[in-house]
């Protein structure tokens, strides 16, 4: 089993939709989750960064994590053509569990329809 | 800030050949990490530094070597090179791992370098 599963898609859904992209771990030592947005032919950039479990907002984004059943999303209110890109999730455990290294996801790709 | 830059862009190697890839930071960062991204593979971690002088192995390590000289710089090299190496590199930095600072190990990338090995 992989220790973090995402659905490679790829999703296409039209302008203004609400985008939901999920993330399953298996490692219950992790703590720190992220949202990586990475457009094509370009590195990574961080979208979203959520300690422990509950829910975090910026804007049109909205990271949960509920660890006790091992789930991360990232939800996109009034998704734009913008927001097409491949969205990554990443995990890590806490300082003492592991070793200085992120666990991602193979992300989803996202088409957004205008 | 440049951020995390990486050099170069792009390079075409013939089976056999040597290259190094630099990767530089301008963020002060402890951490330091080369990553590799195939399609269908995600993001695979090859070599980490956790300092100035340090390297650590990460999972896919062999046909690959790195060193820290400076604390900015974090370089990647194959010694010889094979079409299995052909992928996007990225660098990635980061300030610690999270014990000091909430968020301190999230990573910041760079722009990647796209190798072709034939």
């Known amino acids: 089993q992989k220790e973090v599963e995402q659905d490679p898609g790829p999703l296409s859904v039209p302008e203004g939709a609400i985008v939901s992209l999920n993330c399953t771990y298996s490692n219950s030592a992790f703590q720190y989750f992220m949202w990586y947005r990475q457009y094509s032919r370009k590195g990574p950039e961080l979208l979203m960064y959520?300690?422990?479990?509950g829910n975090k907002e910026d804007g049109r984004f909205t990271a949960q994590v509920d660890k006790s059943s091992k789930y991360i999303s990232l939800f996109i209110r009034d998704s734009q053509p913008s927001d097409s890109a491949t969205y990554l999730c990443?995990?890590?455990?806490?300082?003492?569990?592991?070793?200085?290294?992120?666990?991602f996801g193979k992300g989803t790709k996202l088409s957004v329809i205008p | 800030n440049a951020g995390v830059t990486q050099t170069p862009k792009f390079r075409v190697l013939k089976t056999g050949q040597s290259m190094t890839l630099l990767c530089a930071q301008d963020m002060n960062h402890e951490y330091m990490y080369w990553y590799r991204q195939d399609p269908g593979m995600g993001l695979r971690l090859i070599h980490y530094s956790v300092g100035e002088g340090t390297t650590a192995k990460g999972e896919v390590p062999d046909g690959y070597n790195v060193s820290r000289l400076k604390k900015q710089n974090f370089l990647l090299g194959l010694e010889s090179a094979a079409p299995s190496q052909t992928s996007v590199y990225f660098c990635?930095?980061?300030?610690?791992?999270?014990?000091?600072?909430?968020?301190?190990?999230?990573?910041?990338f760079g722009p990647g370098t796209r190798l072709l090995v034939l």
């Open positions: 959520t300690y422990s479990s």
């Open positions: 990635a930095s980061s300030y610690d791992y999270g014990l000091l600072t909430p968020g301190g190990e999230t990573q910041y």
């Open positions: 990443a995990m890590s455990a806490d300082s003492g569990a592991g070793s200085y290294q992120l666990t």
